[in-house]
């Protein structure tokens, strides 16, 4: 009777610590516990093994379960390393040996712009960071899922994206709130924050830091918002600007990402020739980390 009680006390404790999240379905967990079921299965061939094999089971079954959780916690939980905690970004200070770099995306989910951003994504296997706004999410759920499951990172954006100095209730506002349908729409936990426009004495990037927030910023920009300029000025201005460590600045939201999307391709294709290989955000952050880490030793 205990033993058939810690089965059910499992199952609940699964179904209250996943939430419904895209990055892949439940399968692992699920089977884990269909395990356990089995195991705990009081047959002919149980008696005969005894109780020591059914604890053996109980044991195995729990630590499969357990490594299920942790796995995936940690791919839904976004946290900058703790040196970048509280502290703005401006690029990845790695080697020059490390040619790295990471595509960052803004404003977005946005309908049809995401999806097609993310169908080169995927052509080409690269991995970006989506820095979102709580109202994109609100109104394109289905995307902001799509984007988590092929394993890109996340970021807050806040949810106006608004310029102007605000008190710390609406700071506040702005980004808890947008922390809180990240986390409801695709299971996603980020300390990872772009303030709009790059402002930061507004009031945003204080509340942010002040609760350990990494604000990120940009060292290269496509300067895809220019509404004169061609898809190929934005190519150009990314391979010039690119150096082991930089982050690029483009959009997928905020409206006509067109010029993006048709810019999208050469500028990886250009990046791939130079040498570079493409890493999300918490990736070069825990890059440096690491490569300070030799220094110091």
Same mark, same amino acid.
């Given at each position: 009777?205990?033993?058939?009680?810690?089965?059910?006390?499992?199952?609940?404790?699964?179904?209250?610590?996943?939430?419904?999240?895209?990055?892949?379905?439940?399968? +692992?967990?699920?089977?884990?516990?269909?395990?356990? !079921? #089995?195991?705990?299965?009081?047959?002919?061939?149980?008696? %005969?093994?005894?109780?020591?094999?059914?604890? /053996?089971?109980?044991? &195995?079954?729990?630590?499969?379960?357990?490594?299920?959780?942790?796995? @995936?916690? @940690?791919?839904?939980? /976004?946290? +900058?390393?703790?040196? /970048?905690?509280?502290?703005?970004?401006?690029?990845?200070?790695?080697?020059?040996?490390? @040619?790295?770099?990471?595509?960052?995306?803004?404003?977005? +989910? $946005?309908? %049809?712009?995401?999806?097609?951003?993310?169908?080169?994504?995927? #052509?080409? *296997?690269?991995?970006?960071?989506? /820095? $979102?706004?709580?109202?994109?999410?609100?109104?394109?759920? @289905?995307?902001?899922?799509?984007?988590?499951?092929?394993?890109?990172?996340?970021? !807050?954006?806040? $949810?106006?994206? $608004? =310029? *102007?100095?605000?008190?710390?209730?609406?700071?506040?506002?702005?980004? *808890?709130?947008?922390?809180?349908?990240?986390? %409801?729409?695709?299971?996603?936990?980020?300390?990872?924050?772009?303030?709009?426009?790059?402002?930061?004495?507004?009031?945003?990037?204080? =509340?942010?830091?002040?609760?350990? =927030?990494?604000?990120?910023?940009?060292?290269?920009?496509?300067?895809?918002? *220019?509404?004169?300029?061609? +898809?190929?000025?934005?190519?150009?201005?990314?391979?010039?600007?690119?150096?082991?460590?930089?982050?690029?600045?483009?959009?997928?939201?905020?409206?006509? &990402?067109? &010029?993006?999307?048709?810019?999208?391709?050469?500028?990886?294709?250009?990046?791939?020739?130079?040498? =570079?290989?493409?890493?999300?955000?918490?990736?070069?952050?825990?890059?440096?980390?690491?490569?300070?880490?030799?220094?110091?030793?």
């Amino acid at each position: 009777m205990a033993i058939a009680l810690t089965a059910t006390a499992i199952s609940f404790v699964i179904g209250t610590l996943m939430p419904g999240n895209p990055q892949g379905s439940d399968k +692992p967990a699920t089977a884990a516990v269909q395990n356990l !079921n #089995q195991s705990l299965t009081v047959n002919p061939l149980a008696k %005969e093994v005894g109780d020591n094999q059914i604890a /053996f089971n109980l044991d &195995r079954t729990i630590e499969e379960l357990l490594t299920v959780l942790e796995s @995936k916690e @940690k791919l839904l939980t /976004f946290v +900058p390393p703790e040196q /970048f905690q509280g502290t703005t970004v401006f690029e990845g200070k790695v080697k020059d040996s490390e @040619k790295v770099i990471a595509l960052t995306v803004d404003d977005g +989910p $946005w309908p %049809e712009t995401t999806e097609q951003m993310l169908d080169i994504f995927k #052509q080409n *296997d690269v991995k970006a960071t989506f /820095f $979102w706004l709580g109202q994109s999410i609100e109104n394109s759920p @289905k995307i902001a899922r799509r984007v988590v499951a092929e394993g890109h990172a996340i970021g !807050n954006h806040t $949810w106006h994206h $608004w =310029y *102007d100095p605000m008190d710390a209730a609406t700071a506040a506002d702005e980004i *808890d709130r947008t922390a809180k349908l990240i986390y %409801e729409t695709t299971g996603v936990k980020t300390t990872f924050f772009r303030p709009p426009g790059g402002v930061l004495n507004n009031g945003l990037a204080k =509340y942010a830091k002040d609760r350990n =927030y990494s604000v990120v910023m940009w060292s290269v920009t496509s300067a895809d918002t *220019d509404p004169r300029a061609q +898809p190929s000025a934005f190519v150009n201005n990314v391979l010039k600007g690119a150096k082991p460590g930089a982050i690029v600045l483009m959009h997928d939201g905020g409206g006509d &990402r067109s &010029r993006t999307i048709t810019a999208l391709p050469g500028m990886i294709a250009g990046l791939k020739q130079q040498g =570079y290989r493409f890493v999300t955000i918490p990736e070069l952050l825990e890059m440096q980390e690491q490569s300070a880490s030799k220094v110091d030793s």
